[in-house]
């Protein structure tokens, strides 16, 4: 067998450098290009990153990293798992990524702790594996074709069935991993990538037994590649024993997230992730050395601790970045570089370097009043109809609006000019929900260009790029902030266009803030500071903000942690301490609000329904929260959650418009399942993403179905 090369990455990032495939993908969605020009757009991609990677002087370059919307997305077609329902449909992929107009997409959330999400598989009983390996095979010819031999990556058939939720299927997939497995040795494939990052998370002896079985197998194959088992996001705990004993060739490990590996690797290869893939600060090279040295294992070959998917492409592509900020940064391509360069380096007898940092003790909530003294107050101050109608904050984004603010980027806009047109958008948000009948109103956020970078751009501490651009789900991408220094708010930042909206109206409107933990999550964080000491810095910063516009009559405001649920660590034994911080960041950031200001959050596509009891802590005093995607599976939870509840009544990531009908079905399951008082109705998250044409359907039947359901909430109490 091929010895694994010296130096690889996990991943790379599959946008574009200047977001190539989102524009690809969507002309194609909206029907403004073909599917063959945009496999021709992914094909350029995929060049360019072979032949970049190898002019870094990478050795092993991976393949099958590239995806037209998910990777697990593209494991369910590769093996077969396609809903009935879906292949008929004119592009089956899609539709199970977006929906069509006769059929909801399948569910949506967040990839481990991190802020990419995937689509979740569907496999039932009558799930047939059928193995479909033109893709993985594709590529490997396509790179073969340029002159470069790759390794093919693929998930892992473990963690798959995990996510979805079929680990009793196990034997039926393995079939078609060794089909994959055996058409891959017969194109002369050196090395196999199976990614099994489920197993940094606490595994039960029964999902043990299924690794120690699926590598097993596998592993006895009489022709095949070398295996290549890659773990990331943490430790491996106890699955690195059982992979161990295993006939795996090589073992991955997130040395940066992970500790050093208790178990002797002796015979095997150990891919040590030493460079970070999550975040964009250079690698500290006497760390990384040291890490390196500590190994034991037969080879060593020097890696990212994950796919580079999660950062953005290359620090040079950013000007405009204090000197002195980007001297200390690394992207994909300079991570790359770091990679090869520690490859060549001798790291036996390294020692690390560097204290460790304290970590800080115990937090205490800050206190309002109870929950039912302020409902109080703000029942009488609002007077609001049973099942209030709202949104989630973003309206439409339109064309014209990013173009103004390309064009005051750009200097041919004044700012005076663009602020009259974002004042002219919002009216035309409120005058929309104000026509449609809504309760209680957003004014649709025109001035964001992202709900955490916006903040950045007006907080002290932060840094924002250009072209920092990186994946988060299909063609949606975001520029994480950089947070690298004490974080302060000069001035306030939303009370402007809260209190024009307002002024606009007789009915509420909700100021609109994003929580601590969500601006720290969604953000590149500086690493010289416990997390939760950055988190409260924020959370500070917020709650300055929560009392000027409290101060300039805004009476609902909603501050989100859609981000809550996805900084969970992954091993149970440190989420209790990381839900006390967070809560009471939470806490802190609205504290600040009088009785009769009613405080909003708002969660969405992260498995929310596992934190629940947390959720209910941030003592919010309405809470929304993604529920149509996921077939409103959160309603068999929240029975006891008491304060007030809007589960989704539509998905906003798929263009479909729902009919009343369906969201009359999603209210009466939710009036079921809470008390009516406490029910509210709302989207599944904001409407940035969609056309005014989508949203004003989707809203008018919202409320249709929601007076309905009122007028005979109200017959039947009489």
């Known amino acids: 067998m091929s010895p694994f090369p010296k130096s690889t990455v996990l991943g790379y990032p599959r946008i574009g450098p200047r977001r190539e495939l989102k524009r690809a993908l969507e002309s194609y969605w909206d029907g403004r290009s073909t599917r063959e020009k945009l496999d021709r757009t992914g094909a350029e991609i995929r060049e360019r990153t072979w032949r970049r990677l190898a002019e870094l002087g990478l050795e092993g370059l991976p393949s099958n990293t590239f995806s037209l919307y998910d990777q697990v997305l593209d494991t369910s077609v590769l093996l077969g798992a396609v809903p009935a329902r879906y292949r008929s449909a004119a592009d089956p992929y899609f539709a199970m990524a977006r929906g069509t107009d006769g059929l909801a997409p399948l569910r949506m959330t967040k990839w481990f702790d991190t802020n990419y999400h995937y689509i979740v598989p569907e496999i039932g009983p009558e799930t047939v594996f059928k193995l479909d390996a033109g893709k993985p095979l594709g590529e490997v010819r396509e790179a073969r074709a340029l002159g470069y031999e790759t390794r093919p990556v693929v998930l892992g058939p473990v963690t798959f069935l995990l996510l979805g939720s079929a680990l009793d299927r196990l034997d039926d997939v393995l079939g078609c991993y060794e089909e994959l497995l055996t058409a891959l040795a017969a194109e002369g494939v050196a090395w196999v990538q199976l990614d099994e990052p489920a197993l940094v998370g606490d595994r039960t002896p029964d999902e043990l037994a299924a690794v120690r079985t699926a590598y097993d197998r596998l592993g006895a194959l009489g022709s095949r590649p070398g295996l290549f088992v890659a773990s990331y996001f943490g430790d491996l705990g106890e699955a690195l024993p059982v992979l161990a004993a295993t006939p795996v060739e090589a073992v991955g490990l997130d040395l940066v997230r992970g500790g050093a590996p208790v178990a002797d690797l002796t015979g095997k290869t150990v891919v040590a992730g030493v460079v970070s893939g999550r975040d964009v600060w250079r690698t500290a090279p006497q760390r990384a050395l040291a890490s390196l040295a500590a190994l034991r294992a037969s080879r060593v070959t020097v890696s990212t601790s994950c796919s580079l998917l999660h950062v953005p492409y290359d620090v040079d592509a950013e000007p405009g970045l204090d000197p002195a900020l980007k001297g200390r940064l690394a992207f994909a391509e300079q991570k790359v570089a770091e990679v090869v360069a520690l490859a060549r380096t001798e790291f036996h007898g390294a020692t690390p370097a560097g204290p460790s940092v304290a970590l800080p003790g115990p937090v205490v909530p800050e206190e309002r009043s109870p929950y039912a003294v302020r409902a109080a107050a703000q029942a009488e101050h609002l007077s609001l109809p049973a099942l209030p109608i709202t949104t989630i904050g973003s309206f439409p984004q339109t064309g014209e ?129 416990p997390l939760r000491d950055v988190v409260f810095q924020v959370a500070d910063a917020v709650r300055e903000e929560v009392r000027d516009l409290e101060a300039a009559g805004v009476s609902i405001i909603q501050v989100d942690e859609p981000a809550l649920r996805e900084l969970l660590p992954l091993r149970r034994a440190a989420q209790a301490d990381y839900l006390e911080w967070a809560v009471a960041a939470y806490r802190r950031a609205t504290s600040g609000a009088s009785d009769r200001t009613q405080i909003h959050t708002h969660l969405c596509y992260s498995d929310a329904d596992q934190i629940l009891t947390a959720i209910d802590g941030l ?56 008390p009516a008082e406490r029910v509210w109705v709302n989207p599944d998250c904001g409407l940035k993403t969609r056309t005014y044409a989508e949203v004003e359907a989707s809203l008018a039947n919202v409320v249709t179905a929601t007076r309905r359901l009122r007028a005979e909430l109200t017959r039947t109490a009489r």
Not at 502 to 523: F, N
Not at 636 to 655: A, E
Request: aromatic residues 6%; hydrophobic residues 40%.
């Open 619 to 674: 003592d919010a005093d309405v809470t929304t929260i993604e529920s149509a995607r996921s077939g409103a599976r959160i309603l068999d939870t929240v029975g006891s959650f008491g304060r007030g509840l809007g589960p989704g009544v539509y998905d906003i990531h798929s263009p479909r418009v729902p009919s009343d009908a369906e969201v009359e079905e999603l209210l009466r399951r939710t009036v079921r399942a809470l």
């Open 401 to 529: 609006l990013r173009a103004a603010r390309a064009a005051v980027t750009a200097g041919t806009l004044s700012q005076a000019d663009y602020e009259r047109q974002v004042e002219a958008e919002i009216e035309r948000a409120i005058r929309v929900q104000e026509r449609l009948g809504l309760d209680v109103l957003v004014h649709g956020e025109p001035e964001r260009n992202d709900m955490v970078q916006y903040f950045a751009e007006h907080l002290d501490g932060f840094a924002v790029t250009s072209n920092g651009w990186v994946q988060s789900y299909g063609s949606r991408c975001t520029r994480p902030p950089i947070l690298h220094g004490d974080v302060g708010r000069p001035s306030p930042i939303t009370v402007r266009w809260a209190a024009h909206a307002q002024s606009l109206t007789a009915k509420p409107v909700k100021g609109m803030l994003t929580g601590p933990v969500t601006i720290v999550a969604w953000s590149f964080v500086r690493d010289d500071l």
